[in-house]
């Protein structure tokens, strides 16, 4: 699985009810009705909007490789995921500290790590779940960051690695959410 701990339940929740939700849209309307699977083993920082840690190389560790793109859309709805994986030899702590800067310049930052405040109360009813922490929190020692984009979010994992980090860099954009 390519995200970390703190998104990956999440995730597969969405997976399955968007890969269960065509049967239901086909039956409302047959007419001119597409869904679509399309995985692609990698991804690309343009992909997912944020830079890459000074210094940093991909992670082909596992199975995992170095990223991917998977779209899954059905009818009006559909999701778009990006991700990649790298490797640093400094700390999470450093590496956090650069890629919290880089994201507050894209909006305002949702801070997941485990040392971090609790969520604050939601700016609008209608702001995402995906743009608030609740049971996702990282690991001590780790850091989980978002921010959001209009239909999504920008995600960090930050993860302690021997005496580095591994970091994983995520964009989710879902459509008729």
């Known amino acids: 699985m390519f995200l970390s701990a703190p998104w990956r339940r999440s995730a597969v929740a969405l997976f399955t009810a968007l890969a269960l939700a065509p049967a239901a849209w086909s039956a409302e309307k047959s007419e001119g009705f597409s869904a679509g699977l399309k995985v692609q083993p990698r991804a690309t920082l ?80 209608s702001q995402s779940k995906l743009l608030r922490c609740g049971k996702d929190r990282a690991k001590p020692g780790s850091h989980a960051l978002k921010v959001g984009l209009p239909g999504g979010v ?5 993860e302690p690695d021997g005496r580095g980090s591994r970091i994983q860099l995520v964009r989710l954009m879902i459509r008729g959410e």
């Open 46 to 125: 343009t992909d997912i909007g944020l830079p890459m840690y000074p210094g940093a190389t991909p992670d082909k560790t596992g199975d995992e490789g170095e990223g991917a793109s998977i779209q899954l859309w059905g009818g009006l709805f559909g999701m778009q995921l990006h991700t990649l994986a790298f490797k640093s030899g400094d700390a999470p702590d450093a590496v956090a500290r650069f890629y919290r800067e880089a994201m507050t310049r894209q909006g305002p930052l949702v801070d997941c790590s485990a040392d971090a405040p609790p969520d604050p109360p939601p700016a609008a009813a």
């Open 154 to 158: 920008r995600m960090v994992s930050i």
